[in-house]
C-alpha cells in the first residue's frame, strides 16, 4: 500500500520544504502540495517544493479554499495511484507534527474501513478562538448531527482511497468540507476513529486562516437557510390559517389549507437552496410529505390541547406549536430527506 501525505497550502508559514523532507524521511511514498493560491511570496518556496523528490504541487490559480485544495489533491492520487494508496491531510500552517502524522497514517492502515482523526486535547493554553471555535461546533454537531467528537476541526485525517473516493462528492469549497466529511462518514456508516496528537498554536494560532466568526458562519449557513426557508413558510402557513380560520372554517381544515400552500412553497426551496441535495424527487417528495403530515398532525394536536384546555387563543396556539416543531423538522429533513450534496 503507498502511503502519501497531502498539505493544503495557501500562504504558508512554516519551513514547509523542511517538514516535507521529514515526513519524506519517515517512509512516505510522496508528498502532494496544493498551492492554493497564495500568490507571489511564496513562488520561492513552492519552487523548492517542485525540485524534491517524490513530492508533486499543485496549483490553484486563485485561492479556492481549503476543501477545494483537499479534493485537487484527492483527485490526483486517485487519478495517478488508484486505491493502492492511504493518505494522511496535515496542514501547512504548524499545528501537526510528524510524529502525529505517522500515528494518524498507522491507525488508518490498521483500520482501512475508518476516517481517522487526529484529535487535540485542547487543554492548557490554548488560544481562545480555536477553543471558541471547537468547542461551538463540538455542541452543535453532538446536538444536529449526533456526531460526539473531541476536535471536530482537525485537519490531520487519515483515510483509505476508498473513503477518500467518497468525499469528493462532497460540494463544499471551504472550511466546511471538513465538518461535511463527518456527515458524510455518519450517512455512510464510516466509522469515525480519533487518535490523540499533541496540541500545538505558533504565534497564538494567528498563522490560521480560519476565522471562528466568518468560517463557522459558513458552516452553519444550512441550518442559517433553513431558517429562513422555514420564515418564509412560517409565514404563509400563519396568513393562511388566519384568513381560512377567520372565514369560518374549522381548525382542522385551516390547517390542511395553510400546511399545503406553506409545503409547496417550503419544499422547493430546501430541496435546492437549503441543502442543495440531489435527492432525486422521487425519493425526497414521499419521505417529504409525509414528515409535513405527521408534524402537521402534532400541530393539530398542539393546537386543540392549548385552546381546549389552557385557554389559548387558536392563532397565538398555531404559532406557538409550529416555533416548537421547527428544530424537530430541520433535523429529520437534513439527516432524513434531503442528504446535503448526496450523489
Known amino acids: 500500500m503507498l502511503k502519501f501525505a497531502l498539505i493544503p497550502a495557501y500562504k504558508p508559514v512554516l519551513d514547509l520544504p523542511g517538514f516535507v523532507q521529514a515526513l519524506l524521511e519517515e517512509g512516505f511514498s510522496g508528498v502532494i502540495v496544493v498551492d492554493d493560491g497564495g500568490g507571489d511570496p511564496f513562488t520561492d518556496t513552492f519552487t523548492v517544493l517542485r525540485k524534491m523528490e517524490n513530492v508533486t ?8 479554499g481549503k476543501g477545494a485544495a483537499l479534493k485537487t489533491g484527492i483527485n490526483h492520487i486517485l487519478n495517478t495511484y488508484g486505491d493502492n494508496a492511504v493518505l494522511v491531510t496535515a496542514d501547512a500552517d504548524g499545528q501537526h507534527l510528524v ?25 492548557g493554553n490554548v488560544p481562545f478562538r480555536s477553543r471558541f ?18 476536535d471536530t476541526q482537525t485537519g490531520l485525517r487519515g483515510m483509505t482511497a476508498e473513503n477518500a473516493r467518497a468525499f469528493l462528492n462532497i ?5 466546511n468540507f471538513e465538518l461535511d466529511m463527518l456527515i458524510m462518514a455518519k450517512d455512510r456508516q464510516i466509522p469515525l476513529l480519533e487518535v490523540p496528537i499533541d496540541t500545538v498554536y505558533m504565534e497564538n494560532n494567528q ?5 471562528p466568526l466568518f468560517d463557522s458562519a459558513k458552516i452553519y449557513f444550512s441550518m442559517f437557510r433553513f431558517a429562513c426557508a422555514g420564515l418564509v413558510a412560517a ?19 385551516s390547517q390542511i389549507g395553510s400546511r399545503t400552500g406553506a409545503s409547496i412553497v417550503n419544499y422547493r426551496m430546501v430541496h435546492g437552496m437549503v441543502f442543495h441535495s440531489r435527492e432525486k424527487h422521487r425519493s425526497a417528495a414521499p419521505k417529504y410529505i409525509a414528515t409535513v403530515i405527521i408534524l402537521g398532525l402534532v400541530s393539530y394536536g398542539l393546537i386543540v390541547f392549548s385552546s381546549k384546555y389552557l385557554a389559548i387563543p387558536v392563532i397565538v396556539a ?10 424537530a423538522s430541520f433535523l429529520i429533513q437534513k439527516v432524513l430527506i434531503f442528504k446535503e450534496g448526496a450523489p
Open 99 to 123: 510524529k502525529d502524522i505517522i500515528a494518524v497514517l498507522e491507525a488508518s492502515e490498521a483500520t482501512p474501513k475508518a476516517l481517522t482523526l487526529g484529535a487535540r486535547e485542547f487543554s
Open 57 to 64: 504541487v499543485l496549483t490553484h490559480a486563485t485561492n479556492q
Open 171 to 175: 460540494r463544499s469549497q471551504g472550511y
Open 133 to 150: 471555535g471547537n468547542s461551538t461546533t463540538r455542541i452543535i454537531f453532538k446536538h444536529i448531527h449526533g456526531i460526539l467528537l473531541r
Open 235 to 253: 409565514i404563509i402557513d400563519n396568513l393562511v390559517f388566519i384568513i381560512l380560520f377567520s372565514s369560518g372554517l374549522p381548525i382542522i381544515a
Open 318 to 327: 398555531k404559532i406557538a406549536a409550529e416555533t416548537l416543531i421547527f428544530v
Open 207 to 211: 498563522s490560521s486562516h480560519f476565522n
